[in-house]
Nanobody, 115 residues
């Protein structure tokens, strides 16, 4: 069993910054990929930023230049630095990890961008 626990969400004003973190624990053998997704009310879950096999990164067009994903393989953690936040970034943010052909999800953390 693998558990993913996110932290760092909250309420921030437009233009502000937040940093999300996700820690994986449990029966970890080899995590191939880790990343962040988000789901806004009434919308489908969408990819925000991910690490692909080989260490390359992939970002949604809407966050390029504002968000940065980072990973600590030794600690099995992945973080998302979010700058210049906009109201449309408001969503529940989920961490995921791919291991042994299975995708694991965290419980999500709320990010609200509002005055």
């Amino acid at each position: 069993q693998v558990q993913l626990v996110e932290s760092g969400g909250g309420l921030v004003q437009p233009g502000g910054s937040l940093r999300l973190s996700c820690a994986a624990s449990g029966s970890i053998f080899r995590i191939v990929g880790m990343g962040w997704y988000r789901q806004a009310p009434g919308k489908q879950r969408e990819m925000v930023a991910t690490f692909l096999s080989g260490g390359s990164t992939n970002y949604a067009d809407s966050v390029k230049g504002r968000f940065t994903i980072s990973r600590d393989n030794a600690k099995n953690t992945v973080s998302l630095q979010m700058n210049s936040l906009k109201p449309e970034d408001t969503a529940v943010y989920y961490c995921n990890a791919l291991m042994s052909g299975t995708v694991y999800w965290g419980q999500g953390t709320q990010v609200t961008v509002s005055l």
